[in-house]
């Protein structure tokens, strides 16, 4: 009987013990709160709510044609940051700029971006739905890559387009390689792959 009071002594000083440990370690009880409107668990790369939580300017970088017939055409210094959220629809009032090349002059749109799931049963967002101003889609995009911080990577599901994006105006030799390796895409059963063609768009002499 003593043995096994004893028994019960230790083990509830071991508990203790580990409790000590986890509090040390997150002293506050939101230490491993996810951010808010981004669900715990969802995975880190895929989250297009979590890209927009803070009102960023993007600068696609490069794109897979030359010549985007749905957006700008042959355009340089393609740019977007959202100016309204409405964070229970998960829409974006959203200024898209890009360079005019004949006028050499910025050309402004507004539009809206809305986030969807490409499946009901996840827990995070992954597509962005381009609407214009009364709310005829015509663009919806998978992202397919974020580090939250550099770039992000997407592509244009009716067409297979894909665009790399740069996260604020950086230097874009130090985004993450990861946002290339979205773009070009998983490898083959061989190990090989066809390397997906790059149309610079961003050019840091003439984009600001």
């Known amino acids: 009987m003593l043995k096994g009071w004893m028994d019960r002594a230790t083990h509830l000083r071991y508990n203790n013990m580990i409790l000590l440990v986890l509090l040390a370690v997150c002293p506050f009880a939101y230490c491993d709160a996810a951010p808010e409107g981004v669900i715990s668990g969802s995975p880190t790369s895929k989250d297009a709510w979590r890209l927009f939580l803070q009102p960023q300017k993007f600068y696609l970088l490069y794109r897979s044609e030359k010549n985007d017939t749905k957006l700008g055409g042959e355009s340089k210094c393609f740019q977007?940051?959202?100016?309204?959220?409405?964070?229970v629809e998960k829409e974006f009032l959203t200024h898209l700029l890009f360079?005019?090349?004949t006028t050499g002059h910025m050309v402004s749109y507004s539009i809206t971006?809305?986030?969807e799931k490409s499946n009901k049963t996840l827990n995070y967002y992954?597509?962005?739905?381009?609407?214009?101003?009364?709310?005829?889609r015509y663009a919806i995009f998978e992202l397919l890559f974020t580090?939250?911080?550099?770039?992000?990577?997407?592509r244009?599901?009716?067409?297979?387009?894909?665009?790399?994006?740069?996260?604020?105006?950086?230097?874009?030799t130090i985004i993450s390689p990861q946002c290339e390796s979205a773009y070009q895409?998983?490898?083959?059963?061989?190990?090989c792959s066809v390397?997906?063609?790059?149309?610079?768009?961003?050019?840091p002499k003439i984009c600001h």
């Open 185 to 191: 895409g998983p490898v083959n059963e061989y190990g």
């Open 113 to 115: 971006i809305v986030l």
């Open 195 to 203: 390397p997906r063609p790059k149309y610079e768009i961003f050019d």
């Open 99 to 101: 360079r005019n090349d």
């Open 80 to 87: 977007m940051k959202y100016y309204e959220a409405d964070p």
């Open 156 to 172: 244009r599901i009716g067409d297979d387009l894909h665009h790399v994006w740069m996260i604020e105006r950086l230097n874009a």
């Open 147 to 154: 580090d939250y911080q550099t770039c992000f990577t997407l």
């Open 126 to 136: 992954d597509r962005l739905v381009v609407q214009n101003n009364i709310a005829t």
